[in-house]
């Protein structure tokens, strides 16, 4: 990917909170008709050691695990975070010069790591309840997997296998204004507040938070 320095994000936590965040991924592989994307909600497992770990689950007819690679090939995994129109008539320079286009402002994490079959009843059980306890978590009465009836579940979990991933090496892109005056990035934040769009809230949070680093690592 490419990343100008501007725009990369290494923090451990805040590509964790992406993930938890905005959980479906694209996971890129190299199958048997070339390369494969998949659509898979991942959970980011707290695992004990430094190696952050994903891990999901897929149907059993989906050729994905039976390809993965027994060598511990590398998969990439997408994580599509916000993502919003900039208009260029936003800008607070655009009266001064009118030296000013539109553009696209969105955050993503890319992770590689080998996958990994896990064709276990009892860890995608596990599996399963932790990324639904995770989704659930906000809800005023969470829906857990014991809710259903059991040889209901147990018939669809042997529907599925499971997969995780080792995540050998990880960035993150932040592309929210941060290559423009904080002027102009005030008005991007007041307009995306106006912005009656899915994810303006939240773009304007990721851009006043980058205002907000910069400000704070000048003062340091």
């Not at 190299?30 to 999901?56: D, K, S, T």
């Not at 996958?115 to 009892?122: A, F, I, Y």
């Not at 007041?190 to 851009?207: F, N």
């Amino acid at each position: 990917m490419y990343c100008p320095e501007a725009f990369a994000e290494n923090r451990p936590e805040i590509l964790r909170a992406l993930i938890q965040r905005y959980p479906l991924a694209t996971l890129v592989s190299m199958g048997g008709n070339g390369l494969e994307a998949n659509h898979i909600p991942l959970y980011f497992a707290p695992g004990e050691g430094p190696q952050p770990v994903l891990q999901g689950h897929v149907a059993r007819a989906n050729p994905l695990w039976r390809e993965a690679s027994p060598d511990g090939e590398e998969v990439l995994v997408i994580f599509q975070g916000p993502q919003h129109y900039i208009s260029p008539s936003w800008y607070a320079t655009k009266a001064e010069t009118g030296k000013v286009v539109p553009t696209w402002n969105y955050a993503v994490v890319h992770a590689h790591g080998p996958l990994q079959v896990r064709d276990d009843p009892d860890w995608v059980r596990q599996q399963m309840v932790a990324l639904t306890a995770q989704q659930e978590n906000d809800f005023t009465l969470p829906w857990q997997v014991d809710d259903a009836p059991q040889d209901f579940t147990e018939r669809l979990i042997g529907q599925v296998v499971g997969i995780e991933i080792p995540i050998s090496r990880w960035m993150g892109k932040w592309k929210v204004s941060q290559n423009q005056p904080p002027c102009n990035r005030d008005s991007v934040v007041a307009h995306l507040a106006r912005q009656k769009q899915p994810d303006s809230g939240v773009m304007a949070e990721y851009v006043l938070t980058s205002l907000k680093d910069d400000k704070r690592d000048h003062a340091g």
